[in-house]
C-alpha cells in the first residue's frame, strides 16, 4: 500500500489522523469487550468518505472518538498537527468547537431551547459571556439566515417536540456547519426519516459539503449513497476494510 503522503492522487491535506486506534467497554466488573481493534485512517480536505458496517461493528464508537467525544484506550489522532488529547481541556474543547461538526442520527437538540439557540449555543460556549453579548446580534442574523436557506423561515422560534424529524435535522445541520468546521461527522443523518424526507435532507447535507469544501465521513447503509462518496471504508472485526480500489492513504 502507498503509505507516502507526497504519492497520494490527490494532494488534498489530511484534516485528521488516526492510528492505532483500540476502544473497549467493561462487560460487567471483571470483563471487557474490544470493538475497536487499531483503526487507521486519514481524511482529506474537502472529501467524502462513507463508513459502513454491520450493526453494532463499531461506526459511532469510531464517530464518537474521531470527534473527540470520546477518549480511545490506545492509540493517537491528529488534528491539524496536534494530539487532542495532549492539549488542555479548553484547547481540546476550542479543536472540537471549531474544526468539527457532528450530525447524529437521533439529532441530538437540546429539547428546552429554540431552533436558532440550539444553532447559536456552541458559539455561544466557545465565546464566553463578554464575547457573546458583543458579537450576538451578528451571530443571531447569522443564525437566521442559515436556518431561512434550509426552509425553517417560519419554524426559528420552534422548539425541537414541536418540529418534525425533518426539521430538526435540519436545525442539527444549521448547527454542526455554524462554527464553519473542517470536518463533518455524520452518524447515520436519515437513519431516523422517512425515505422521501431522508432523501431531501441528504441532498442538503451533500449540497453543502460541496459548497463549503467540507471533508465528510458519513456513517450509512446505503450502497447508493455509498458509491456517491469518492471513498468507502467498511469497518469489520474492529479494523477497517478499505476499499480496494481506493487504499487508505495514511
Ligand atoms: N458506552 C458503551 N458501553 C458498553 N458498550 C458499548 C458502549 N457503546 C457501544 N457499545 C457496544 O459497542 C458495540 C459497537 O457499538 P456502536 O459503535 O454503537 O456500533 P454501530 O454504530 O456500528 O452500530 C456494540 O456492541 C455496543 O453495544
Ligand atoms: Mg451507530
Known amino acids: 500500500m502507498n503509505t507516502d503522503p507526497t504519492r497520494r492522487d490527490s494532494p488534498a491535506p489530511v484534516v485528521l489522523r488516526a492510528h492505532g486506534i483500540r476502544r473497549a467497554f467493561a462487560l460487567g466488573k471483571a470483563r471487557s469487550l474490544e470493538i475497536l481493534h487499531g483503526i487507521d485512517i486519514a481524511l482529506h480536505r474537502g472529501e467524502r468518505v462513507a463508513l459502513m458496517g454491520a450493526s453494532g461493528a463499531g461506526k459511532s464508537t469510531l464517530l464518537h472518538i474521531l470527534g473527540l467525544l470520546d477518549r480511545p484506550d490506545e492509540g493517537e489522532i491528529e488534528i491539524d498537527g496536534r494530539d487532542p488529547w495532549a492539549c488542555s481541556v479548553a484547547e481540546r474543547a476550542s479543536i472540537r468547537n471549531q474544526r468539527l ?11 428546552e431551547l429554540t431552533a436558532i439557540e440550539n444553532v447559536l449555543l456552541p458559539s455561544m460556549i466557545a465565546r464566553g459571556a463578554v464575547d457573546w453579548r458583543r458579537s450576538r446580534g451578528e451571530l443571531r442574523a447569522r443564525a437566521e439566515h442559515a436556518l431561512a436557506e434550509f426552509g425553517l423561515a417560519d419554524r426559528m422560534r420552534h422548539k425541537p417536540p414541536q418540529l418534525s424529524g425533518g426539521e430538526r435535522q435540519r436545525v442539527a445541520i444549521a448547527r454542526a456547519l455554524f462554527t464553519d468546521p473542517e470536518l463533518l461527522l455524520a452518524d447515520e443523518p436519515t437513519g431516523n426519516l422517512d425515505k422521501a424526507t431522508g432523501e431531501t435532507v441528504l441532498e442538503l447535507l451533500l449540497a453543502e459539503q460541496e ?5 465528510m465521513l458519513l456513517v450509512t447503509h446505503d450502497s447508493r449513497l455509498a458509491a456517491h462518496c469518492e471513498r468507502v471504508l467498511t469497518i469489520e472485526d474492529g479494523v477497517i476494510q478499505a476499499d480496494s480500489a481506493h487504499p487508505i492513504p495514511l
Do not use: A, E, I, N
Not at 459548497?211 to 471533508?215: E, I, P, T, Y
Open 101 to 111: 461538526g457532528f450530525v447524529f442520527q437521533f439529532y441530538h437538540l437540546l429539547p
Open 211 to 215: 459548497k463549503r469544501g467540507l471533508s
